[in-house]
């Protein structure tokens, strides 16, 4: 007789990626109407729209990019709009949070010195900008963490049932 403890690796990991996905539409919004209260960066209906042109430039062909919008049920209303407030964001998390990200000169030759073993054959001057970009990155990253932790205690956030 076999044991079942209830235990189903798909469905656990169905329910993380569900979690995952909702933290993220949550931070997602939460960023959205933070930078539209701050107003610390702006996309105008053209960007918006350029971004959706580059979008469908990434489909192999024209049918391909409509089966993606029939599947998707957007229009290309929706979808400037949706891509408008991803540019958006980043443009404010850019802004707002990778200002503070700054990675100075001793900084990377620091970390080129404790990690030498990942650039074998190179000087610090030929992947100084590499590391510089990676530990922006990572520093942004952290702040966007610590920003979005603050925003959530402040913000009232209620989910509602799909079915209800």
């Known amino acids: 007789m076999a044991f079942n403890s209830g235990f189903s690796p798909a469905r656990e990991s169905g329910r993380k990626l569900e ?3 909702l933290e993220g539409l949550i931070n997602g919004k939460l960023l959205l109407q933070e930078a539209s209260r701050l ?6 209906d053209h960007e918006a729209a350029a971004e959706a042109v580059k979008l469908r ?6 049918r391909a990019y409509e089966e993606f919008m029939n599947r998707t049920g957007l229009t290309e209303v929706k ?9 958006l964001v980043e443009r404010f998390v850019e802004k707002k949070i990778g200002l503070y990200a700054r990675v100075g000169r001793d ?3 620091l970390y080129y010195q404790e990690h030498r073993d990942d650039f074998p054959g190179k000087r610090f001057v030929e992947v100084q900008k590499r590391i510089s970009d ?5 520093k942004t990253g ?3 963490d610590q920003y979005l932790t603050d925003l959530r205690n402040r913000a009232d956030i209620r989910m509602n049932s799909l079915g209800e």
């Open 107 to 109: 900084e990377a030759e």
């Open 19 to 21: 979690s995952e996905t």
């Open 142 to 144: 952290q702040q966007l």
């Open 39 to 44: 107003r610390y960066a702006e996309v105008t």
């Open 134 to 138: 990676f530990l922006a990155a990572e």
């Open 57 to 62: 430039e990434r489909f192999a062909t024209d």
């Open 79 to 87: 979808l400037s709009r949706l891509l408008g407030e991803r540019l």
